[in-house]
């Protein structure tokens, strides 16, 4: 790969690790193209990135393969001279500066300043007419350089894909040295080569950057696709990610717009209208994500069409649930329903009779569901013996957290209404202290640790999409009447840019 089109990379791949830049596609009729996710990323994150990565990048720099480079001149009592660099590597590669800009509905624009590298390498060359035999001689060069790189980046919409364009790019030369040996060679000699290889050398690594940075820029670009698409796909949920129109880039952010459409099995959720607006997010944070209302309830739909609302407790896990408090009717209850079967032979299990419905608040997120709740004893080598079956009409407020690479949920009211109650013990109801009890219990104890359960299971799912793997800084979960806004600044995780380059370059 090119040494200098890994160098620009260094600042552009980063950028389309989180948003695509403005593009011009084709997109559907109304209500397609409404908006279901957005995401904004701000200047001082494009910023964080282009500082954060020279390492990486310079990593690349070292283990990067370079063409070989030859050429032929007719030259004044010499004869015809031919000529080629070979065995080429950098060292001592360093970046004064990098600049990036981003140009309302104009693109990326990126400027990196006093570039140097000392390229070290093998130089053959010959003679032919003239006073000279067809003689070959090869000595070892070194080429101290020194350039400047601007970069204008668009993206094009190709096949419903993102590819993008950096044919618009500049390579300035302040500086171009050429050394034969330690300089031990006649220095008509040298200043002969100096000026037949600076040429074209010039003209070889302005062709090489460009056409490494569009070749390495679309790798990189379907692999952030593919990495993106994969992280919204569970087995049969997969969330459309899609634009649903041009991004827009303004002086201080670029905000890309999702369709956000769930689908499940081939059936798509319908989104026909948004309550998007810019000024609803702002320029504080690096990073937000906005989602609406319908993305979530279509989440909700797939999930609990997917028989995934379930939740099986037994062993510790069902006596912590029982044995929350400690009272005279708490214990009286858990002996009529369980009959003095151990926690170990019993199981308990939830589940959703009804598809959630999800409503977005300011006091948080609000979850309506018919729930079912069944425990069944197990004796040893007997049919399962349901002990206790019900259920209950329940609606439950909760806010989120993010913290500590773990999702939290809490619940921070509820209410709980029983619908349906049977009772092996009390068959006839007469015994109401066992529904008083089970009630405070669900409210206690029951409804905390089934929202518990949801955190860790999408904390387990978003950790075995990589999630774990970044920098995640203060982040704040928001709701409103209608949507959400996660909002978030970052440290970005080298090592998994560095993992890139290993294997895919």
Same mark, same amino acid.
């Given at each position: 790969?090119?040494?200098?089109?890994?160098?620009?990379?260094?600042?552009?791949?980063?950028?389309?690790?989180?948003?695509?830049?403005?593009?011009?596609?084709?997109?559907?009729?109304?209500?397609?193209?409404?908006?279901?996710?957005?995401?904004?990323?701000?200047?001082?994150?494009?910023?964080?990135?282009?500082?954060?990565?020279?390492?990486?990048?310079?990593?690349?720099?070292?283990?990067?393969?370079?063409?070989?480079?030859?050429?032929?001149?007719?030259?004044?009592?010499?004869?015809?001279?031919?000529?080629?660099?070979?065995?080429?590597?950098?060292?001592?590669?360093?970046?004064?500066?990098?600049?990036?800009?981003?140009?309302?509905?104009?693109?990326?624009?990126?400027?990196?300043?006093?570039?140097?590298?000392?390229?070290?390498?093998?130089?053959?060359?010959?003679?032919?007419?003239?006073?000279?035999?067809?003689?070959?001689?090869?000595?070892?060069?070194?080429?101290?350089?020194?350039?400047?790189?601007?970069?204008?980046?668009?993206?094009?919409?190709?096949?419903?894909?993102?590819?993008?364009?950096?044919?618009?790019?500049?390579?300035?030369?302040?500086?171009?040295?050429?050394?034969?040996?330690?300089?031990?060679?006649?220095?008509?000699?040298?200043?002969?080569?100096?000026?037949?290889?600076?040429?074209?050398?010039?003209?070889?690594?302005?062709?090489?950057?460009?056409?490494?940075?569009?070749?390495?820029?679309?790798?990189?670009?379907?692999?952030?696709?593919?990495?993106?698409?994969?992280?919204?796909?569970?087995?049969?949920?997969?969330?459309?990610?899609?634009?649903?129109?041009?991004?827009?880039?303004?002086?201080?952010?670029?905000?890309?717009?999702?369709?956000?459409?769930?689908?499940?099995?081939?059936?798509?959720?319908?989104?026909?209208?948004?309550?998007? @607006?810019?000024?609803?997010?702002?320029?504080?944070?690096?990073?937000?994500?906005?989602?609406?209302?319908?993305?979530?309830?279509? *989440?909700?739909?797939?999930?609990?069409?997917?028989?995934?609302?379930?939740?099986?407790?037994?062993?510790? #896990?069902?006596?912590? *649930?029982?044995?929350?408090?400690?009272?005279?009717?708490?214990?009286?209850?858990?002996?009529?329903?369980?009959?003095?079967?151990?926690?170990?032979?019993?199981?308990?299990?939830?589940?959703?009779?009804?598809?959630?419905?999800? @409503?977005?608040?300011?006091?948080?997120?609000?979850?309506?569901?018919?729930?079912?709740?069944?425990?069944?004893?197990?004796?040893?080598?007997?049919?399962?013996?349901?002990?206790?079956?019900?259920?209950?009409?329940?609606?439950?407020?909760?806010?989120?957290?993010?913290?500590?690479?773990?999702?939290?949920?809490?619940?921070?009211?509820?209410?709980?209404?029983? #619908?349906?109650?049977?009772?092996?013990?009390?068959?006839?109801?007469?015994?109401?202290?066992?529904?008083?009890?089970?009630?405070?219990?669900?409210?206690?104890?029951?409804?905390?640790?089934?929202? @518990? @359960?949801?955190?860790?299971?999408?904390?387990?799912?978003?950790?075995?999409?990589?999630?774990?793997?970044?920098?995640?800084?203060?982040?704040?979960?928001?709701?409103?009447?209608?949507?959400?806004?996660?909002?978030?600044?970052?440290?970005?995780?080298?090592?998994?840019?560095?993992?890139?380059?290993?294997?895919?370059?």
């Amino acid at each position: 790969m090119c040494w200098a089109g890994r160098m620009m990379l260094r600042t552009f791949s980063i950028l389309l690790v989180l948003v695509h830049a403005a593009a011009a596609c084709e997109f559907g009729p109304f209500p397609y193209r409404a908006t279901g996710i957005v995401c904004r990323m701000t200047k001082p994150a494009a910023l964080l990135l282009n500082r954060e990565t020279a390492q990486v990048i310079q990593a690349a720099f070292r283990n990067a393969k370079f063409p070989n480079i030859t050429g032929e001149r007719s030259m004044r009592f010499l004869g015809r001279v031919a000529y080629g660099l070979s065995n080429i590597q950098v060292n001592d590669l360093s970046i004064e500066r990098s600049e990036v800009e981003l140009k309302e509905d104009n693109g990326i624009h990126i400027s990196i300043r006093n570039v140097t590298a000392l390229f070290k390498g093998t130089l053959t060359y010959g003679y032919a007419g003239g006073w000279f035999l067809q003689l070959f001689h090869s000595v070892d060069f070194e080429i101290q350089s020194s350039i400047d790189l601007q970069l204008n980046i668009d993206l094009k919409c190709q096949k419903e894909r993102f590819v993008p364009d950096a044919s618009d790019c500049y390579l300035t030369f302040h500086k171009l040295t050429l050394h034969l040996q330690g300089d031990k060679q006649p220095g008509w000699l040298k200043q002969l080569f100096t000026d037949i290889i600076s040429f074209t050398l010039k003209l070889v690594l302005k062709r090489e950057v460009c056409k490494e940075i569009n070749a390495v820029a679309q790798t990189l670009t379907n692999f952030i696709l593919d990495l993106a698409a994969n992280f919204v796909r569970d087995r049969d949920i997969i969330v459309d990610i899609s634009l649903a129109s041009d991004p827009v880039i303004k002086a201080n952010y670029i905000e890309s717009h999702h369709k956000g459409l769930v689908l499940y099995k081939n059936n798509s959720s319908m989104l026909s209208d948004s309550v998007f @607006s810019p000024s609803l997010l702002t320029e504080s944070r690096m990073l937000y994500f906005w989602l609406s209302e319908h993305s979530l309830s279509s *989440l909700a739909a797939a999930a609990f069409s997917d028989g995934r609302l379930v939740l099986n407790l037994r062993g510790e #896990k069902l006596q912590e *649930l029982f044995e929350k408090e400690d009272s005279e009717m708490q214990r009286k209850a858990v002996q009529m329903i369980f009959q003095g079967t151990s926690y170990n032979d019993s199981v308990a299990k939830v589940w959703s009779l009804t598809q959630p419905q999800i @409503s977005l608040q300011p006091e948080g997120t609000v979850v309506r569901s018919l729930v079912a709740v069944e425990v069944s004893i197990l004796p040893t080598g007997e049919e399962p013996l349901v002990a206790l079956y019900m259920e209950k009409e329940i609606t439950v407020t909760i806010q989120a957290t993010y913290a500590e690479k773990k999702l939290i949920l809490q619940p921070v009211d509820s209410s709980v209404e029983i #619908k349906v109650f049977k009772c092996a013990a009390d068959p006839s109801g007469e015994e109401p202290s066992i529904q008083r009890f089970l009630h405070i219990m669900i409210l206690v104890a029951g409804i905390p640790e089934v929202t @518990s @359960s949801i955190g860790s299971a999408l904390t387990s799912l978003m950790n075995n999409k990589g999630l774990d793997l970044f920098d995640i800084i203060n982040p704040e979960i928001i709701t409103r009447k209608g949507y959400v806004i996660a909002q978030l600044d970052f440290g970005f995780p080298s090592h998994l840019l560095l993992k890139f380059f290993e294997k895919n370059l």
